[in-house]
């Protein structure tokens, strides 16, 4: 994935040499920008089974900053944020292996270093047995729980780092 850049980025930011589960590197550019989940809307994508995108609808490319071409054929972790814990997407992966859906909050990186909050929903596509790949949905979150699960996923995010 491309390193942030500066001149994409709307606000004051703060660096992160990021390292993802597969070891690849990227260098992150966060604000505390919030961009609030649209009502009454749902962010759509689908995965292969490789896990990389081959579907996203409007409001995705509109809440992410991406365009759908920059979108299409990357793996989810492009939007992942620092704030969320690492736990988190172990819980999703370990439970859409096994074929079945995962629900959970997830603060999400904007392409111009702001964030977004939803509520998701993995549900894998499974063929013969097989995970062939997943569709997420992503619903407008709980306020109230949102408020909570800062505080909650920093702990955890900070727990992760000890170890
Ligand atoms: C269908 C599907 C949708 C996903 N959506 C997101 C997402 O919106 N944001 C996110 O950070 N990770 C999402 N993930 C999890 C990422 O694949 C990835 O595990 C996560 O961003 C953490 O990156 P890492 O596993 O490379 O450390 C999704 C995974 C699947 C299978």
Redesign the pocket.
């Given at each position: 994935m491309r390193d942030m850049r500066p001149e994409d980025v709307r606000g004051e930011w703060r660096e992160y040499h990021w390292?993802?589960?597969?070891g690849?590197t990227r260098r992150l550019l966060v604000t505390d920008v919030e961009t609030r989940f649209p009502t009454g809307e749902l962010?759509v994508?689908?995965?292969d089974a490789a896990?990389l995108i081959t579907m996203c609808n409007e409001a995705f490319v509109h809440m992410s900053g991406f365009s759908r071409s920059e979108m299409l054929g990357a793996?989810?972790?492009?939007?992942?944020?620092p704030d969320?814990p690492?736990a988190a997407?172990?819980d999703?992966?370990n439970t859409?292996v096994m074929g079945r859906r995962w629900s959970g909050y997830?603060?999400?990186?904007r392409r111009d270093g702001g964030y977004y909050w939803?509520y998701?929903t993995?549900?894998?596509k499974i063929v013969d047995g097989l995970v062939v790949?997943?569709?997420?949905v992503?619903r407008e979150p709980s306020r109230d729980k949102v408020e909570e699960l800062i505080d909650v996923y920093a702990t955890m995010c900070a727990e992760e780092g000890l170890t």
């Open positions: 390292t993802y589960f597969d690849t962010i994508s689908q995965t896990g793996p989810h972790s492009i939007l992942r944020h969320m690492k997407f172990a999703l992966w859409v997830v603060k999400n990186l939803v998701a993995v549900i894998p790949g997943h569709t997420s992503r």
